[in-house]
T-cell receptor, first 114, second 116 residues
Framework: AQSVAQPEDQVNVAEGNPLTVKCTYSVSGNPYLFWYVQYPNRGLQFLLKYITGDNLVKGSYGFEAEFNKSQTSFHLKKPSALVSDSALYFCAVRASQAGTALIFGKGTTLSVSS | SQTIHQWPATLVQPVGSPLSLECTVEGTSNPNLYWYRQAAGRGLQLLFYSVGIGQISSEVPQNLSASRPQDRQFILSSKKLLLSDSGFYLC???????????????FGEGSWLTVV
């Protein structure tokens, strides 16, 4: 069975500092990994994904994530946080086999203080 | 470009009443379509997905049903709502392809359902 874990319910950082939102996964075979962001009362917005190739993936709004196969992790990072980055972040994983659905983590609330 | 529309945005319904949430996608053909529910602003639960007209797969036994009467239209329904059906419902789509490919899923803006 596939699963994804976001070990932190909330991450607090000061504006201008680097941020990391953690994600670990468990799938059979190769994973497809995604990050989404959700602002209050809105739908989820796609940030970035890892399918294959370079382990460092760059996405929207200056975010990036690094795929680490040995640690089964896909942490989301940004070099310098903005107050406007405050939101709920979801990691999601799908096994590469056909017929599998995208499974989401429980989400991590990022709070960036000015 | 592709867009996804979902309505109504908010809905307050009494227990036992019917439900119909609609979703349409523009700018693509034969998309994969999904209904998710998000409870308490956190985790997402996949309710239904569809890879084509009339093809509906249910992930979780529910008081809910889904239909896909047209290529880019996806409807979530209930004959009799329960209090536990309250939540934030999200419609989503991904490009046509085998479920399980590396296609991105794109979400609508969601519908808040409160059952009273």
């Amino acid at each position: 069975a596939q699963s994804v874990a976001q070990p932190e319910d909330q991450v607090n950082v000061a504006e201008g500092n680097p941020l990391t939102v953690k994600c670990t996964y468990s799938v059979s075979g190769n994973p497809y990994l995604f990050w989404y962001v959700q602002y209050p009362n809105r739908g989820l917005q796609f940030l970035l994904k890892y399918i294959t190739g370079d382990n460092l993936v760059k996405g929207s709004y200056g975010f990036e994530a690094e795929f680490n196969k040995s640690q089964t992790s896909f942490h989301l990072k940004k070099p310098s946080a903005l107050v406007s980055d405050s939101a709920l972040y979801f990691c999601a994983v799908r096994a590469s086999q056909a017929g599998t659905a995208l499974i989401f983590g429980k989400g991590t609330t990022l709070s960036v203080s000015s | 470009s592709q867009t996804i529309h979902q309505w109504p945005a908010t809905l307050v319904q009494p227990v036992g009443s019917p439900l119909s949430l609609e979703c349409t996608v523009e700018g693509t053909s034969n998309p994969n379509l999904y209904w998710y529910r998000q409870a308490a602003g956190r985790g997402l639960q996949l309710l239904f997905y569809s890879v084509g007209i009339g093809q509906i797969s249910s992930e979780v036994p529910q008081n809910l049903s889904a239909s896909r009467p047209q290529d880019r239209q996806f409807i979530l329904s209930s004959k009799k709502l329960l209090l536990s059906d309250s939540g934030f419902y999200l419609c989503a789509w991904s490009p046509h392809g085998i479920l399980g490919a590396g296609n991105t899923i794109y979400f609508g803006e969601g519908s808040w359902l409160t059952v009273v």
